[in-house]
């Protein structure tokens, strides 16, 4: 089954995920820059025309830095996005799903040329085709891809309950169950939320509404909360 999700689990055992993006959605982004950049060298053009011969190679080199570092700049400074990509929500990342460094980003871009070979951009095309996902030559070599940017969430309203330590020897499984509660608490119905409290009688000593209203509030100090809704 055709999947584009890209898992990476971190040091820490966090589980980070991501989509990763196809040639189309890539091929059409890299379209816009390409349309930017010559709307760049057309007006440029015009400014350095009175320049004659000076002004002709002062055009030559400001185009050769638009092709090689335009999207250097951007990818590094501009959160991994670049005009086209950002029009099409995609972004560069390190493969770890980390922020793109120069280095990285400098290498996946000048080894475009080697994605240009034989003609028409044909050799990263096909190897984003046969990649796992969808990582060119140049993505490959610097250990980059492109993904699809998350919207950012919405913030999540905090149940009106004071935060309370956790008892100890909480395991990461049962915290991560506990702040999934917790955020869901306006989703999941008075009921539902009191029976998956009840589940955890055992260890809580309490049931119904003081066992939920109970987790809540260990909830809430897992993520920070001060009560109130905050």
């Not at 990342?93 to 003609?119: C, M, Q, Y």
């Not at 509404?209 to 001060?226: H, I, K, P, T």
Request: some cysteine; aromatic content about 10%.
């Amino acid at each position: 089954m055709l999947d584009t999700t890209y898992n990476v689990e971190t040091p820490e055992g966090i589980d980070l995920r991501a989509q990763a993006a196809g040639p189309v959605p890539r091929i059409l982004a890299y379209a816009v820059d390409v349309f930017y950049r010559t709307l760049v060298l057309i007006a440029l053009g015009i400014a350095l025309a009175f320049a004659d011969v000076a002004g002709y190679g002062i055009w030559l080199l400001c185009s050769f830095l638009l092709e090689w570092f335009y999207p250097v700049y951007f990818e590094v400074m501009r959160g991994g996005q670049t005009p086209g990509k950002k029009a099409f929500g995609l972004m560069v990342v390190n493969d770890n799903l980390t922020p793109i460094s120069w280095g990285a980003s400098l290498l996946r871009n000048l080894l475009r040329f080697a994605d240009f070979l034989p003609f028409a951009y044909a050799s990263g095309v096909i190897s984003m085709t046969l990649s796992r996902n969808f990582q060119r030559l140049g993505d490959l070599a610097a250990g980059t891809l492109v993904v699809y940017r998350q919207a950012d969430k919405a913030h999540t309203a905090l149940p009106d309950v004071a935060p309370l330590a956790p008892p100890r020897g909480l395991g990461l499984a049962d915290q991560q169950a506990l702040i999934s509660l917790t955020e869901r608490h306006g989703e999941l119905s008075e009921a539902r939320q009191c029976e998956l409290a009840n589940l955890l009688e055992p260890v809580t000593g309490k049931k119904d509404g003081a066992g939920l209203s109970y987790l809540r509030a260990v909830g809430n100090w897992l993520l920070g909360g001060q009560g109130g809704g905050k």
